[in-house]
């Protein structure tokens, strides 16, 4: 029981933390049709430039300032490369963002070095939150969950109850119009993407030290990305939440399984009053904990759902 | 000139470059060239006949791979006639078994072109990695699988054992490959992918099925581009689960792009780009795939036909001695922070040459120099160009 109360808690602050990331992509998605490739390098560029800053002004101070730098970063990309080749259509856009994460992971490597940094959590979050039974729910999870709570309320006010959001979701739909109504359309797709890469860079200051801080950890988070927004429905901000929680929750309960389905199987057979069969011949892939096989989870869930319901979760028709 | 001609030019020169680089490691580079050109030029089935990228190549290539390795370790034939005809038809195998698999995934891949069905074919190309790494006794791990090529007592003399002979295998796959894949464009079924590249509503409307033409095309290019790996796992006898990487689909996608949209002559300038830069550009630079990415966004900037597709004319009209100035102060700044980064910080002296000139990075002049050159030379290259306001809507 206490095992479900932390692996639920610590999989919704994954989850949640997925979700500030898939906001920022499935919006620019949905808004400018750009599948950004290097959304997850602004996550990994959040984290190290949080690593440096904190050696310089402390923690808080970088938790503030990494986000806007990197946001500003985005800007720049969307302006100098992007905005550019609109007019060649999304594969481009997309073929772009490909090369910007390129590139990126090659600075990183470059000024870091090509092994993780030494980025931890602060020494003020020390110790857990609760603890229950040797289970413990850290401190610095309970943060990380506040923070992306306060951001997915942020995200939802924002888009819902303020006049610039507004704007944002009618560009969603009839870009044209809002143009015509003498809105800078071209200024509000620069300002959500940057948007999107400050809260990239946020999830990776406040994740990279409760993970890995490394030049790979855009390419398996860019990934888990990838699945969430295909599964919750291209371009649903709704779809994305749901699921960024679930695979969160899946994902933190599949790494801490260390049954094998050698010993389901021998657990069904001797529940149903059969006698034990012989497992010495199994192939080695059912003798192994089910934790090895949480890497394949996403895209299992991606090929079920697209098999199912091609146009993901919450997604609406074919419209994409 | 028809393709036919410019066959028979790549032809000759195919035969004709052995004979000139004579060495093994050459003629092992050579090899690796064409089936580079051959991974190209199945991408190119996808790309530029269908309009779809895709992010999971990688998929068809390591399985044509890993269909060869474990062909040549079933031990079924390895003597005389039938042991040769057996690893002649092994890339064969290596196709057939990319095909199988693409006509599993295929299906919900090819459903949406365009955003959603790179995203789904990034996604399935995941999976398959994440699943070689689950099975170590069929894919090797890390550690990879290796086998031998050797073929004892073969007809001609023919046993594998030489780099040459393998080139001429794979001058003999790469010819078939490229005129199939012409002919394919040429065929009806053909002619519809390039219809739904374009307009895959009025197809439908015409009585096709979109989604079945791209999942033909699909199938196509996973049996060329299986048989380019089985053709690698020739050449290396060696595979891991390293063949299914994203690294690797990214780099078939990549110097596609970068070839361009000529079916054959994109094909070659990818694949010999493929290789020359990352086998010969890394013993120069370890920078090479910051310029391999450099190289990659300014032609999908400036080049959307690729390089295949510059003529002597556009080159003339376009060419900029500024922006060249630019390149070449970037491959300066690139160099010198290298150097900083790597050598300096292990104790190596602070002094190397980039083209022919001696940099100094321990000291401030050198860097301002560099930095003021290549920024200036920016300054004049953009300011040539006309104010880019086209992406304003």
């Known amino acids: 029981m206490e095992w479900w109360v932390v692996t639920l808690l610590n999989g919704i602050s994954f989850g949640l933390l997925l979700f500030l990331l898939s906001a920022g992509l499935t919006l620019t998605l949905s808004l400018m049709g750009i599948l950004n490739f290097a959304h997850a390098s602004f996550y990994m560029l959040g984290a190290y430039a949080a690593f440096a800053l904190t050696e310089q002004i402390g923690f808080f101070p970088a938790l503030l300032l990494s986000p806007v730098l990197v946001g500003l970063f985005g800007a720049w990309i969307e302006s100098s490369l992007l905005r550019r080749a609109k007019h060649k259509g999304h594969v481009s856009e997309l073929m772009l963002t490909f090369g910007v994460a390129m590139l990126v992971f090659e600075g990183v490597t470059l000024v870091w070095g090509h092994g993780p940094v030494d980025y931890r959590i602060p020494p003020v979050f020390e110790g857990a939150f609760v603890s229950v039974y040797g289970h413990s729910f850290s401190n610095y999870r309970a943060f990380m969950m506040a923070i992306a709570l306060l951001m997915a309320g942020g995200i939802w006010l924002g888009l819902n109850r303020t006049r610039f959001g507004l704007v944002i979701q009618a560009a969603r739909t009839h870009p044209e119009m809002v143009s015509c109504l003498g809105h800078d359309v071209p200024r509000i797709f620069k300002w959500v993407f940057a948007g999107g890469a400050g809260l990239a860079g946020l999830a990776g200051v406040i994740g990279g030290n409760a993970f890995v801080t490394e030049p790979n950890m855009a390419m398996g988070m860019g990934n888990l990305l990838f699945v969430v927004i295909i599964v919750g429905g291209l371009g649903s901000l709704a779809g994305a939440f749901w699921c960024a929680l679930l ?5 933190t309960m599949a790494v801490t399984l260390t049954v094998s389905i050698a010993d389901v199987l021998k657990n069904l057979t001797t529940l149903g009053g059969l006698s034990a069969p012989n497992f010495d011949g199994i192939p080695h892939w059912m003798a192994q904990p089910l934790s090895n096989f949480a890497p394949l989870l ?5 090929v079920v759902v697209l098999t199912w319901r091609p146009q993901g979760l919450w997604g609406r028709g074919q419209a994409a | 000139m028809t393709p036919t001609i410019k066959l028979r030019w790549w032809c000759m020169a195919m035969a004709v470059l052995p004979l000139v680089f004579t060495s093994s490691y050459s003629t092992s580079l050579m090899t690796q060239m064409l089936v580079g050109i051959l991974i190209c030029l199945s991408y190119q089935v996808l790309l530029s006949q269908g309009g779809m990228l895709s992010f999971g190549h990688a998929i068809f290539t ?11 370790n079933t031990h079924l034939f390895e003597i005389g006639a039938t042991g040769w005809l057996w690893v002649i038809a092994l890339p064969l195998l290596g196709g057939l078994t990319a095909a199988a698999v693409a006509a599993m995934l295929g299906w919900i891949a090819t459903a949406r072109s365009g955003t959603p069905f790179a995203m789904i074919t990034l996604g399935l190309g995941e999976l398959v990695w994440a699943a070689a790494w689950m099975f170590p006794d069929w894919s090797g791990g890390e550690a990879g699988l290796s086998a031998d090529r050797t073929v004892t007592d073969p007809p001609f003399g023919m046993s594998f054992a030489q780099a040459w002979h393998l080139y001429a295998l794979s001058a003999v796959y790469v010819l078939a490959c490229a005129w199939a894949v012409v002919r394919f464009t040429q065929t009806p079924m053909g002619l519809m992918l390039r219809a739904t590249r374009d307009r895959a509503v009025r197809v439908a409307f015409l009585g096709y099925n979109p989604h079945l033409i791209r999942y033909i095309a699909f199938i196509v290019s996973a049996f060329i581009a299986g048989i380019a790996g089985g053709l690698t796992a020739l050449n290396f ?13 990214g780099s078939a996608m990549l ?3 970068v070839g361009g949209g000529a079916l054959i002559g994109g094909s070659i300038i990818g694949g010999v780009l493929m290789v020359t830069a990352s086998v010969v550009l890394s013993t120069f630079t370890p920078a090479w795939s910051a310029y391999v990415g450099l190289l990659f966004i300014w032609v999908v900037m400036r080049w959307p036909n690729g390089l295949s597709g510059m003529t002597p004319r556009d080159v003339l009209a ?3 001695g500024w922006g060249l100035a630019t390149a070449i102060g970037t491959i300066f700044l690139i160099e010198m922070t290298y150097h900083w980064v790597t050598a300096v910080a292990a104790g190596m002296p602070a002094t190397l040459d980039i083209l022919m000139v001696s940099v100094n990075v321990s000291q401030a002049s050198h860097w301002s120099l560099a930095i003021a050159f290549t920024a200036v030379a920016y300054w004049l290259a953009s300011r040539g160009r006309t104010p880019s306001r086209e992406g304003r809507s």
């Not at chain 1, 695979?247 to 994902?251: A, F, V």
């Not at chain 2, 689960?241 to 994203?246: A, E």
């Open chain 2, 237 to 249: 006898e060696f595979v891991s689960v390293d063949s299914f990487s994203l690294q690797r689909s």
């Open chain 2, 318 to 320: 376009r060419a900029n």
């Open chain 2, 255 to 257: 110097f596609t792009v």
């Open chain 1, 298 to 302: 996403p895209y299992v869930l991606l």
């Open chain 2, 62 to 72: 390591g399985a044509g791979s890993y269909a060869v390795i474990h062909g040549l």
């Open chain 1, 247 to 251: 695979l969160g929750t899946l994902q």
